[in-house]
């Protein structure tokens, strides 16, 4: 196994929960030279992982706006282009959608993806060599590593727990200094998947009572209002608009983070911070937190069902012990 393309191309969370069969392809075939074909704004999930060898980066969210440009069919051409310059042993399309299933069909190797009723979409499911049956309602990580196992001919461990395999970053262009720091993430693209903002002030007063600081990410200009709001009474801090580069190792040295279903809270996870992710709108049951140390995740909620404050707070005192044992552990306390 010399080449093999990855196919994951959105969004963050999505990104981050195929690292572990990344990581799994690695340890069967340490000499693969993996390619991951990527949506630009995410490049930097897929360069974490030292084994990534290429990022090959495609824009299909600002092409399809624009497909009546030349600019535009240009940039596609390269991408294809850049996907068929070498053959690869497996091709591995773990998003299961039309758009995923065609960049596949672009790419020269061994098709592999999800089969009929285990793709998000089945017409998917036809472009492959290979098809694989998973069970849609399994837990993504879980999802994306069984396919991986079947991609390489072998039988899924389960027994070998998830590895991310992430590097620790380099520091980035802001970052805080002084005391510990608890990451907040407030914000989501859905109003049905925000908690209340007086019930985000209780954690954030736990958490400075605990002698963290806080940072609060933002992505828009509402969510800067909401992240201020967040922030001033207890001290906390904002920091400007940064991208997923930029806030990667921000995640990365924290003591821990609390926040909604979004995709950096999944790499908070990835990162092994003790982290406490809060579900709104979606079953935790399929993509709720993974992270390398086992009991240092908390997924609380469900679909339709608001995490409760009691419930957080009990799942927050939990992290910040853990974050004071790691803290201690690394000085040799």
């Known amino acids: 196994m010399r080449r093999v393309l990855v196919i994951k191309t959105t969004s963050m969370g999505d990104l981050v929960h195929t690292l572990p069969a990344v990581d799994d392809l690695l340890h069967h075939h340490p000499r693969a030279q993996v390619d991951w074909l990527v949506e630009t ?25 624009a497909l009546g440009r030349r600019a535009t069919w240009r940039a596609i051409a390269d991408t294809r282009r850049e996907l068929r310059a070498m053959h690869y042993d497996r091709v591995i399309d773990f998003q299961g959608l039309a758009k995923s299933a065609a960049w596949a069909l672009q790419a020269r190797g061994h098709r592999v993806g999800y089969g009929l009723g ?12 290979q098809r694989v049956a ?5 837990q993504a990580v879980e999802r994306n590593r069984r396919l991986m196992a079947a991609a390489l001919g072998l039988s899924f461990d389960s027994s070998r727990a998830a590895r991310f395999g992430l590097s620790m970053p380099a520091v980035g262009p802001w970052q805080p200094t002084g005391q510990p720091y608890a990451v907040l993430m407030p914000c989501a693209s859905r109003a049905s998947k925000q908690w209340p903002l007086p019930l985000w002030q ?18 828009t200009p509402a969510e800067a209002a909401l992240a201020e709001q967040l922030a001033s009474p207890h001290g906390g801090l904002v920091p400007p608009r940064l991208s997923v580069a930029a806030c990667a190792p921000l995640i990365a040295r924290a003591s821990l983070a ?45 679909k339709g069902q608001m995490p409760a404050l009691e419930d957080v707070q ?13 803290s201690s552990t690394q000085r040799g306390g």
Do not use: K, N
Request: charged share 15%; net charge neutral.
């Open 134 to 138: 998973v069970p849609r309602g399994m």
């Open 118 to 129: 285990s793709s998000r979409e089945a017409v998917a499911s036809l472009c492959y060599h």
């Open 314 to 326: 009990l799942a927050v005192d939990q992290a910040v012990e853990l974050a004071l044992y790691s």
């Open 258 to 302: 609390v926040g909604l279903d979004t995709g950096f809270v999944h790499l908070a996870a990835a990162f092994g911070l003790p982290t406490v992710g809060l579900y709104c709108d979606h079953d935790p049951r399929l993509a709720g937190l993974t992270g390398p140390a086992s009991g240092w995740v908390f997924s609380l909620g469900g």
């Open 202 to 219: 209780e954690i954030a007063g736990q958490l400075r009572a605990a002698g963290m600081q806080l940072v609060v990410l933002w992505g």
């Open 41 to 65: 704004p995410f490049a930097a999930i897929a360069a974490l992982h030292p084994g990534v060898s290429r990022v090959i980066c495609q824009s299909w969210r600002q092409w399809r706006r």
